[in-house]
């Protein structure tokens, strides 16, 4: 029987640790059949083959932590995102409401909470700009927004409002009056609450431009870590109707306490039927087996949920989203029903609350292969590390983050000193205690392009090189380690482990091709590392020159 495919000109590494790399690899039915010189001898008049000029073939990538819908949707409105100052902000949000005077609501998304000293952000600023319209721009990180006084006012704030549960509401000195910068959801709701709801087609469109991005970079799986019941329509239209999605996804629906009338408990009631209608609708396509759980928030807003003080604020730990107790009890209630708890846990507090609730978890309901997954875990305790191998817990981490940018010098490291800065983003240190890792984006938090992440993990350097050496070096890893996070890792968090992250017969071909060698390539330079292929389960769904039926695709 004849391949369908065959590649061959190359470099195919198949990701298989201690396995020779190959030169060729046949595909057949969307599944590789062959590598090497079998995979050669499988070449019919009817094979499409791939010449990779060069270059090299792998697993193609997952993404263990991104944000599709909200990512999206966030390349709508104000482009805060590239603006570099208060001032540019301030000149894009009144340029954008003069352009777009039907828009009730102004909307922006992902401008650096930096540019404003220790991250306060002044609605005055704003009103400067727009004062007839409320407006709402979110920071990089989404914990944080910078409102004006309009939307102050129609979500109620005054300085008698007392700081929601879960949030803050920064003042304007003695006087209490809010300031403009609301931190942490239990403050920010409010405010999105009264933002008009984008359209299902505007959902599903942003899904799509989302989709075909990930694809550009060599991605075919990710794992949507904040579902809320609305998008899971446009999930399943966007997969299921026209020319549906290049990639595929596991969604995880949003748990939150004090969610809705009735609580976080009502909810969970309704996640089995949610599940079951999202893999009956979109079955091959999508997955819903993961609960995301939030339990605490970030460094650089002093939010983090840490075992000690902040440096910076003494007499604060932090926010903690759900109590102890209560985490624990919503954890074990999610894994009774079969689902994946994933949550996020920034600060060492909210690690260890985060690995209480998995420890629970495992004492209430048995023994079983769960993979629970914890994002981001920034910073660890000592005495917490070996835990994440002891529960069998997926460390899953945004290795961009491992560089001392301008949100780690400016915001974070002043927070928490030196000797918690210094153990931030233990890649290498989780990997040696036995512990399994899968990489992630956060997008839109930060880029969603695999090579830009696997260049940081393993030179731990900001783009420009800084600093020589490596910032924390003792946490550097090879490539083919970061590959392995970018593709094994999140199948493994997928429990799809037999089905792709590796290169082998009778796994599905979901695959990248790089125009060089990334083992090979100076670790500097990956981030210029065309992707010139991607194929999910043989299809191709991205062509470096925007052909996907041209299998000598080439970047122009």
């Known amino acids: 029987?004849?391949?369908?495919?065959?590649?061959?000109?190359?470099?195919?590494?198949?990701?298989?640790?201690?396995?020779?790399?190959?030169?060729?690899?046949?595909v057949t039915d969307g599944r590789i059949s062959?590598?090497?010189?079998?995979?050669?001898?499988?070449?019919?008049?009817?094979?499409?083959?791939?010449?990779?000029?060069?270059?090299?073939?792998?697993?193609?990538?997952?993404?263990?932590?991104?944000?599709?819908?909200?990512?999206?949707?966030?390349?709508?409105?104000?482009?805060?995102?590239?603006?570099?100052?208060?001032?540019?902000?301030v000149e894009a949000v009144r340029v954008w409401a003069d352009a777009h005077p039907e828009a009730e609501w102004i909307t922006g998304d992902g401008f650096d909470p930096w540019l404003a000293p220790d991250g306060r952000f002044d609605?005055?600023?704003?009103?400067?700009?727009?004062?007839?319209?409320?407006?709402?721009?979110?920071?990089?990180?989404?914990?944080?927004?910078?409102?004006?006084?309009?939307?102050?006012?129609?979500?109620?704030?005054t300085a008698d409002s007392p700081d929601p549960a879960g949030g803050e509401i920064l003042r304007r000195g003695a006087?209490?009056?809010?300031?403009?910068?609301?931190?942490?959801?239990?403050?920010?709701?409010?405010?999105?609450?009264?933002?008009?709801?984008?359209?299902?087609?505007?959902?599903?469109?942003?899904?799509?431009?989302?989709?075909?991005?990930?694809?550009?970079?060599?991605?075919?799986?990710?794992?949507?870590?904040?579902?809320?019941?609305?998008?899971?329509?446009a999930w399943i239209t966007a997969v299921t109707t026209g020319p549906g999605l290049p990639v595929r996804a596991d969604l995880g629906f949003l748990l939150e306490p004090g969610l809705e009338p009735g609580g976080w408990r009502e909810r969970v009631a309704r996640f089995a039927?949610?599940?079951?209608?999202?893999?009956?609708?979109?079955?091959g396509l999508l997955t819903a087996r993961t609960v995301k759980l939030f339990a605490d928030g970030v460094v650089e807003s002093g939010t983090a949920a840490l075992l000690e003080p902040y440096t910076d604020c003494p007499h604060s730990h932090g926010i903690a989203n759900w109590s102890p107790d209560e985490l624990a009890e919503a954890v074990v209630a999610v894994d009774a029903l079969g689902f994946r708890p994933h949550l996020h846990a920034i600060g060492d507090g909210g690690v260890r609350s985060a690995l209480d609730a998995i420890e629970a978890a495992v004492r209430v309901n048995g023994p079983g292969d769960r993979r629970p997954v914890i994002a981001h875990a920034q910073l660890i305790d000592p005495a917490d590390l070996p835990r994440f191998a002891e529960l069998g817990v997926i460390a899953n981490l945004q290795p961009l983050w491992a560089q001392p940018d301008p949100l780690m010098t400016e915001l974070t490291l002043p927070r928490i000193g030196p000797e918690r800065g210094g153990r931030q983003y233990q890649i290498a240190a989780l990997l040696a205690s036995g512990a399994r890792i899968s990489f992630g984006s956060d997008w839109p938090v930060t880029a969603y392009e695999p090579l830009r992440?696997?260049?940081?993990?393993?030179?731990?350097?900001?783009?420009?090189?800084?600093?020589?050496?490596?910032?924390?070096?003792?946490?550097?890893?090879?490539?083919?380690?970061?590959?392995?996070?970018?593709?094994?890792?999140?199948?493994?968090?997928?429990?799809?482990?037999?089905?792709?992250?590796?290169?082998?017969?009778?796994?599905?071909?979901?695959?990248?091709?790089?125009?060089a060698d990334p083992v090979e390539t100076v670790p500097g330079a990956l981030v210029r590392l065309p992707v010139l292929g991607t194929w999910l389960a043989g299809r191709r769904t991205h062509a470096a020159d925007g052909t996907p039926d041209d299998p000598r695709a080439r970047r122009r």
């Not at 640790?17 to 690899?25: E, H, N, R, Y």
């Not at 239990?186 to 989302?210: K, Y």
Request: overall charge negative; aromatic content about 4%; glycine content about 12%.
């Open 123 to 157: 609605a005055r600023w704003l009103d400067a700009a727009v004062t007839d319209r409320p407006v709402v721009l979110r920071t990089m990180d989404h914990h944080t927004a910078w409102v004006n006084g309009e939307a102050l006012r129609r979500a109620g704030y």
């Open 273 to 283: 039927a949610d599940r079951d209608r999202v893999e009956s609708e979109a079955a």
């Open 175 to 233: 006087s209490g009056e809010p300031l403009g910068t609301l931190r942490e959801f239990g403050a920010l709701n409010p405010v999105l609450a009264l933002v008009p709801q984008a359209s299902p087609e505007t959902h599903v469109a942003a899904l799509r431009e989302a989709a075909a991005r990930f694809a550009a970079a060599g991605v075919t799986w990710v794992q949507d870590a904040l579902v809320e019941p609305h998008h899971i329509d």
């Open 34 to 89: 062959a590598l090497g010189a079998d995979a050669l001898a499988v070449r019919g008049p009817g094979t499409t083959v791939v010449d990779l000029a060069g270059g090299a073939l792998l697993p193609a990538f997952g993404d263990g932590h991104v944000h599709p819908v909200l990512g999206g949707l966030g390349l709508r409105g104000v482009p805060v995102r590239e603006c570099g100052s208060v001032e540019e902000i």
């Open 453 to 515: 992440g696997i260049a940081t993990a393993v030179t731990r350097q900001t783009p420009d090189g800084t600093p020589e050496g490596g910032w924390l070096p003792e946490e550097r890893i090879d490539t083919a380690t970061a590959l392995a996070a970018y593709s094994a890792g999140c199948a493994h968090q997928a429990f799809e482990e037999k089905e792709w992250g590796v290169l082998r017969p009778g796994t599905r071909a979901d695959l990248v091709h790089l125009a």
């Open 1 to 26: 029987m004849h391949a369908d495919i065959v590649f061959t000109g190359g470099t195919v590494r198949t990701g298989v640790a201690d396995a020779p790399v190959q030169d060729a690899l046949a």
